[in-house]
């Protein structure tokens, strides 16, 4: 759900400054086309030829961790908190989107005719070096190879950035390797708790209308391990990750201004995942949900009357006209659970055509009384206009 | 010999017209040696232009020999001034790309008359100007006073029956143009020709038989 | 002082308009081509710069070009980022004949930072669309304009002779002006698209890097398939406009050669109004002027001629710079490569140089006669004889110069290599000549005389004398028009002899009855050859594949040629044992090269040419050199035979077919129409056609040349109008006294036009050996040097009597307007003026 975000973006990038050159500014044609894209995302003719999702289906695997073309989105999300030997904190985040943004595009000769368009980012967060970094690729699909998900083996790659992962249903573990000016990951990562399906069986509605809806899966702790490279610095480094798999072709409902979004890992070995989506009137949508994933591995959905989310910390951003949520108190009392949550680093705004908020936080807390710690990730959308 | 009735002629000049003849009439008898005298620009220049044909008059008559010379055509006024007049210029009068022999035969050619005869009647009037060693010279080679001796010859060599002359004599000094007179007189009288000059020169319009005075455009006799 | 010269040239109205037309024409000439070259060279500037932007480097590959996969291994698993994958093409504007448009595909998110001038990009339509959909494209928004189209318009398009109704996806608006330049005519598409259309999936043409160190570049280069080469961009742009160089100096020569023309006028004017003010000058130095005061009037008089004369040129120059541009566009596209030149570069430079050129001659020209008028003695009258007696004594002293100069000309052309001094060596002939003409024509017109007289008489003489008389009027004027014809006649022949030599060269080698190729030279598929060579009356088939390879830093022409033994006499050997290099080039690495190859490359038969092949560079040995007149860029010529066993590469671009003894092509062509039917849109064109059109292109080529002759031509009527027209006007008083004499006014006119004629004839004989002098220069020395072609000198006797008809028909042209003014004019009225 998260992810959509880029959807926007790519559009952005895509049409009004096709060549990721700026148009003139204030110039009609750009406004035009950020028009056009404001109704392709709102209205509900323009999800017309794309494949659906309506309700719960059987996952199969392999198959459902590659791409799945005929709809609109798609993503193979990754998070994670690294310690070096020394205890110097990372966070890093990578993303590779696939979008299809023609669904009436027919059958070409030619390898490099596609209908789909891949976009990946990498986000690390230094936390003691108080500094965010990010990188945006973008590549076209398609046959040519340039970029794409397969499976037997599992991969998915954006020119050298790669995932790689093993051959049959369980993909288990993966390689991570993306490098880009001054920047360097590579990782090795393992599922410590088996994939648990979001929502209804993977069935993630979004919204009232059939269809308004993705198809959501996730591994919540992968413990990871590697290497990491920072302005010509090498780490050795491990930690825990999160990966989310999610793929659609519903839109944003009318009214909806933006969304937060946690991943939150804890030391007593459960996860919680938790959204909620905010309204132009500032309550919160209904649709909203989360996941609680117990040490076992057993999962319950959250409903919205089960959290009680409150922001007790803002940060403004240097540009000045955003001003984001950077620390909360989360509560589940029917679990008798308080989390502290904060941003290991306020300013972890990715500031491209499309701005939001992506950063590592960290966790202290207690539940039945005992104390808890840990980390996650949260993804704060629709403050900066 | 030559009989101008009412003569008539103005040139633009300078935006307005100007009178040069105005009712102008003389006759020349023939043999008769006539001097004209006047101002520059009385007209006398163009009295001669118009007996030869080489100018025609706005009105009025010009009859030479019987010839109505103001009636003729272009063409005609060329053959009639090629075999009836001798022309003898202030200066200028050879042509410089012919030879002093060439020079004199050219008036006989152009009558076709190219032959021995010719020749002998060249040489001998080239003798007559006592040039008879320059024929194979060119007018340049000359003095002022040979060139206009050989120019009177031209003249004469066709034996025009008028001879017309633009004061041959004054770029020549007094000695040189006593001579050039003398013998046009010699030769004028031997072949019995009619002769008007322009002369600005009292003492050679004194040679003449009847010096008429050109006042307004009218002839004065003098 | 200065009144009184002004007044001198308004009272001469008709030289004076004659001299500043001469000047302006010669000016207007250089102007042009300047004009037309610089338009050219921007035109590639531009359109190199918008379309290679910050590209620092290009990867090209062999005769099919760079593998896809290449690209993708690049940008995956080697992490190269800043590459771009480029497909070029041409398309032709259905239902606009000759208009055609450079395709560029490319892929927009590899783009990035490569061209700023893609930025800027507007249209109704998702640009996804233009990856998705096979049929969009983006034009500059002023050629849009231009074809009154709009985004979301459709378009014909011919592609690879298949039309193609394709969707106007977006306007491309450049931000920079330059830009908007550059890509004049080019239609951008997704590389897909560009690889369906133009039959090319799988590959790419090139790709285009963004390489900041030596060490990528490093990489790079241990990256590279065996047989592509990483090239630095701008020094490929340079190569490429290197290519039309040769092209540009020749014009550019050319027009150099109607500026000398015009010059020798200028040197007539001056010449003559210092004649005849003799008298006015002698009276100036008698009440105190100085000789420096003199020289600086005449100076001033020409300063003032060549000022006027030469804006009237540049204006005139830029007037036809248009109609020059659109030729020299034609001649590079032909010839060289494609290249839109929609507008005229108004470089002030060029017009600097024009203005420069225009004045700088007009002074030069007005040295010898402002000298000439400082020797005016104080109150000399000196008469035409005694002048024209000076000149004549001068002659064998002019004479002499002029041989030296013409022995200097030769040496240079003969000894010193290089385009310029052979250029400057054939202006020295031409100077050299051109001062030997007065002499020349001194002896001739004695030697006439005689002849004339006896043929026509009295005036006959005098036509010989008057044009010895005024030698120092009419051997200008002589000397402009001889000029002018030598160049008629040595650039008549030069195309006549290179038309020979093609047209000869097109009979030995189109020996095939009926060729076959694909519009916009694409690849036939494979199943259309089978059916071509299988159709019933086929006895023997050749093929051939054209396509680039490259060699250290430089990429040549690659023909690969299947031929049977029978066709083999299509190729001419300028060196190589025939038996032993058909044998080495059938069986062994060894490869002929055309002609001009070898002459750039500077190659025998016997070395070794490397060649980038899929095994890495191997050396080829050069087996024969051949005659070939298809490019003055060369050609390296293999047989399929090695080719195949070398590249794996099934493409064949054309087929020749030959029938037995006496095959009707025609019908050949039906049976072949109908056994391939709709497999692929094929073009057929019997050999009598295909030579029709190749020298249908060949004539195309030299219209420029035509143009530039007729250009240089016009200015010596001119000149020749001027002087002779001025010789008349000055003889007024001459013929007055023939006219008193009983000449009647038929007969000064044939007098007038006879001399007029002398002159015209004696120029027309004397042009004739420079002609021929110049004709051979121009094919052996300079057309040798700037293409590397040789030709058979072919003096045609059609030439040779044009030349001379139109010495004499300009002269005599020249004449009649003053021959009808004397007759015209009363005699009376020229002595009366001349007692004034």
């Known amino acids: 759900m998260k992810r959509w975000v880029a959807l926007p973006l790519v559009m952005l990038v895509l049409v009004a400054g096709w060549w990721l050159w700026p148009s003139p500014p204030g110039s009609p044609d750009a406004s035009g086309q950020t028009q056009s894209v404001t109704r392709f995302l709102s209205g509900e003719e323009a999800a017309e030829g794309y494949a659906r999702i309506t309700g719960p289906e059987a996952l199969e695997f392999p198959r459902d961790h590659g791409a799945h073309p005929g709809y609109r989105h798609e993503w193979w999300y990754i998070t994670g908190q690294l310690e070096t030997a020394q205890g110097r904190h990372f966070g890093y985040q990578i993303t590779f989107f696939r979008f299809n943004l023609d669904p009436d595009a027919p059958e070409r000769t030619s390898d490099w005719g596609t209908n789909q368009v891949w976009m990946a980012h990498l986000g690390l967060t230094d936390t003691d070096g108080g500094r965010f970094h990010h990188r945006e690729r973008f590549s076209r699909g398609g046959d040519i190879g340039l970029a794409g998900a397969a499976v037997d083996p599992f991969r998915v790659w954006l020119d050298d950035w790669r995932l790689d992962g093993a051959a049959g249903p369980d993909i288990m573990p993966l390689r991570l390797q993306a490098a880009d000016d001054g920047l360097a990951l590579d990782l090795h990562l393992d599922a410590l708790k088996p994939l648990v399906l979001q929502g209804e069986a993977g069935y993630s509605q979004k919204g009232p209308d059939p269809g308004n809806a993705s198809r959501y899966f996730s591994y919540t702790r992968l413990a990871t391990d590697g290497e990491l490279i920072l302005d010509g610095e090498r780490f050795r480094v491990s930690g825990l990750s999160w990966m989310d798999r999610e793929w659609g072709s519903s839109v944003l409902s009318e009214g909806q201004t933006g969304w937060n979004w946690f991943s939150l890992q804890l030391d007593d070995q459960t996860e919680i995942m938790y959204y909620i989506l905010r309204l132009d009137d500032g309550a919160i949508a209904p649709r909203s949900k989360g996941l609680f994933v117990a040490a076992d591995g057993s999962s319950q959905v959250l409903q919205t009357q089960d959290v009680e989310l409150e922001e007790t910390r803002h940060w403004d951003s240097p540009l000045g006209d955003a001003r984001y949520p950077v620390a909360w108190r989360l509560r589940i009392p029917s679990r008798d659970l308080q989390l502290e949550i904060e941003a290991v680093l306020d300013d972890q705004e990715l500031r491209t055509g499309f701005r939001y908020w992506e950063g590592a936080v960290r966790i202290r807390g207690a539940r039945d009384g005992e104390p808890v710690a840990g980390g996650g990730y949260a993804e704060l959308t629709g403050y900066a206009e | 010999m030559i009989h101008l009735r009412s003569l008539d002629k103005r040139y633009r000049e300078g935006g307005r017209d100007r009178v040069v003849l105005h009712d102008f009439s003389l006759d020349v008898a023939e043999g008769e040696r006539l001097a004209l005298v006047g101002r520059s620009g009385a007209g006398k220049s163009t009295l001669l232009n118009m007996i030869s044909g080489m100018d025609s008059p706005d009105a009025g008559d010009v009859n030479v020999g019987g010839a109505r010379v103001d009636r003729l055509s272009e063409r005609d006024r060329t053959l009639f001034r090629r075999r009836h007049i001798g022309f003898v210029f202030q200066f200028f009068n050879l042509i410089p790309t012919l030879t002093v022999l060439e020079n004199l035969l050219l008036p006989l050619q152009l009558l076709g008359q190219g032959g021995a005869e010719a020749r002998g009647r060249a040489a001998k009037l080239l003798q007559q100007v006592g040039l008879a060693d320059r024929g194979a010279s060119f007018p340049e080679q000359l003095s002022g006073g040979e060139q206009q001796r050989v120019a009177i010859a031209r003249a004469l060599i066709h034996r025009p029956r008028v001879l017309l002359a633009d004061e041959p004599t004054g770029t020549l000094d007094e000695e040189t143009g006593a001579q050039v007179l003398a013998l046009l007189d010699e030769l004028t009288a031997a072949y019995h020709m009619t002769v008007v000059m322009v002369t600005h020169s009292p003492e050679v319009a004194a040679r003449m038989d009847r010096v008429i005075r050109l006042v307004d455009g009218r002839p004065v006799e003098a | ?836």
């Open chain 3, 1 to 836: 002082m200065l009144r009184a010269s002004l007044r001198y040239l308004l009272r001469h109205p008709w030289q004076l308009a004659l001299s500043l037309l001469g000047v302006a024409l010669g000016v207007a000439v250089v102007v042009a081509v300047d004009l037309a070259n610089q338009s050219a060279g921007q035109a590639f500037n531009l359109s190199a710069q918008s379309l290679t932007g910050r590209t620092t480097h290009q990867v090209l590959g062999g005769p099919q070009g760079i593998p896809e996969s290449w690209y993708v291994e690049l940008r995956t698993r080697h992490g190269v980022r800043q590459a771009a994958p480029v497909i070029e093409g041409e398309a032709r504007l259905a239902g606009q004949p000759g208009r055609s448009l450079r395709l560029l595909g490319v892929d927009p998110l590899a783009e990035g930072q490569f061209r700023e001038s893609f930025g800027g990009l507007a249209g109704e339509q998702p640009l996804i669309r233009l990856m998705s959909q096979p049929d969009q494209l983006a034009l500059l928004d002023a050629d849009l304009a231009e074809l009154g189209l709009a985004p979301g318009d459709r378009i014909r398009l011919e592609l690879a002779g298949r039309e193609h109704d394709l969707n106007v996806a977006a306007a491309l608006r450049p931000e920079r002006e330059l830009d908007a330049r550059g890509l004049r005519d080019v239609a951008v598409m997704d590389i897909g698209a560009a690889q369906e259309l133009l039959g090319r999936a799988g590959w790419l043409d090139r790709v285009d890097l963004m390489l900041e160190s030596e060490a990528q570049v490093e990489q790079l280069r241990g990256l590279l398939p065996a047989d592509a080469q990483l090239l630095e961009a701008e020094a490929r742009n340079a190569a490429l406009q290197q290519m039309t160089r040769a092209f540009q100096l020749n014009l550019t020569a050319f027009s150099l050669l109607a500026l000398m023309v015009g010059a020798f006028l200028i040197f007539n004017t001056m010449t003559f109004s210092v004649v005849q003010r003799r008298q006015l000058l002698g009276l100036l130095r008698a009440v105190g002027v100085t000789r420096g005061q003199i020289f600086g009037l005449v100076i001033f008089e020409a300063l003032l001629i060549g000022l006027l004369g030469t804006l009237a040129g540049i204006a005139l120059g830029l007037a036809i710079s248009h109609v020059l541009l659109d030729l020299v566009g034609r001649t590079i596209n032909d010839l060289y490569f494609m290249l839109s030149i929609s507008e005229l570069a108004l470089s002030p430079w060029s017009l600097a140089k024009g203005l420069l050129l225009g004045v700088g001659m007009t002074l030069v020209a007005a040295l010898s006669p402002a000298l000439e008028a400082t020797g005016t003695p104080p109150r000399a009258a000196l008469s035409r004889a005694v002048l024209e007696q000076g000149v004549r004594a001068r002659l064998p002293w002019l004479a002499g110069a002029g041989l030296i100069l013409v022995s200097l000309g030769v040496g240079l052309l003969a000894l010193v290599g290089g385009l310029v001094p052979a250029f400057a060596g054939l202006f020295l002939m031409i100077l050299g000549w051109a001062l030997v003409v007065p002499l020349a024509m001194c002896w001739l017109v004695r030697l006439l005389a005689p002849l004339l007289g006896r043929l026509a008489g009295l005036p006959g003489r005098m036509a010989a004398r008057g044009v010895e008389a005024g030698l120092s009027r009419t051997s200008i004027a002589a000397a402009a028009l001889m000029v002018a014809v030598s160049a008629v006649v040595g650039v008549g022949t030069m195309v006549d002899s290179f038309r020979a030599t093609f047209s000869q060269w097109l009979d030995a080698t189109l020996r095939a009855d009926v060729y076959v190729s694909v519009p916009g030279n694409g690849a036939l598929l494979p199943e259309a050859v089978e059916a071509l060579i299988e159709t019933d009356g086929v006895a023997y088939w050749s093929t051939a594949r054209y396509g680039r390879v490259g060699s250290g830093e430089q990429r040549h022409r690659l023909r690969v040629f299947h031929l049977p033994a029978t066709a083999e006499d299509a190729f001419r050997f300028r060196s190589g044992d025939p038996e032993a290099a058909w044998s080495a080039f059938r069986d062994g690495d060894a490869v002929f090269v055309t002609e001009p190859f070898a002459y750039h490359q500077q190659l025998q038969v016997g070395d070794t040419l490397l060649l980038a092949t899929p095994e890495g560079e191997r050396p080829f040995q050069v087996a024969a050199v051949v005659y070939d007149y298809s490019t003055s860029e060369g050609a390296v010529m293999m047989s399929r035979e090695t080719y195949d066993r070398l590249w794996d590469d099934p493409i064949v671009n054309s087929v020749g077919l030959y029938g037995p003894p006496g095959t009707d092509a025609d019908a050949l062509v039906q049976r072949l129409r109908q056994r391939t039917g709709d497999m692929q849109p094929l073009r057929y064109r019997s050999n009598l056609e295909l030579r029709r059109l190749s020298l249908q292109v060949f004539d195309q080529t030299f219209t420029i040349t035509q143009v530039l002759r007729m250009l240089a031509m016009l200015v010596a009527v001119v000149g020749v109008l001027s002087a002779l027209m001025a010789l008349a006007l000055e003889r007024a008083r001459e013929y007055a006294v023939m006219r008193a004499t009983g000449f009647t006014p038929g007969q000064i006119q044939g007098l007038i036009v006879g001399q007029n004629a002398l002159v015209g004839g004696i120029a027309g004989l004397l042009a004739l050996p420079l002609g021929l002098a110049l004709s051979a220069a121009l094919i052996l020395v300079i057309n040798q040097r700037s293409f590397g072609w040789t030709m058979q000198v072919q003096v045609s006797a059609e030439v040779l009597l044009q030349a001379g008809a139109l010495a004499l028909l300009a002269a005599v042209l020249a004449g009649l307007y003053p021959a009808w003014r004397m007759s015209r004019t009363s005699p009376a009225l020229a002595l009366r003026e001349d007692a004034a």
